[in-house]
């Protein structure tokens, strides 16, 4: 698949804009390991093969496990995560496909009860974050490098 446009080049402002939310995303209060999960998460529902594999390799570098990145796929169904993880994950889905689940009540009584108030507004820019780098990628076609 070929790139279609350098979205760098063609809108370096508005590459500003979210060159700067991002690093307000990871200045936050949720925990770079973290972080990384729901960006891999959010981009595999997403379709982002770029950003999946950028998270991937930065949760690596951060001594994440092979075994728990393969899992996130099926977080629900493996026992390698943690209630603050699993409440984020699925915090992360129910924000990521906003259109068919409305963020129910019971992800954010999940949610609630693993992250405090401005924890949760934290989380959410995070997913809303990343979910605007994949809507770039995916439109625009950029691949990871082989």
Known sequence: MNPRLDYYSASPKAMKAMIAMEALTSSLSIE????????????????????????SVDARRLGESDRRLYSIVVWRDSNFFNPRERAALAWTEAVTLLSESHVPDDVYVQTREQFSESEMVDLTIAVTTINSWNRLAVSFRQTPSA
């Open 32 to 55: 770079p390991g973290l972080l990384h999960l729901i960006k891999i998460r959010a981009s595999q529902l997403n379709g982002c093969a770029f950003c999946t594999d950028m998270h």
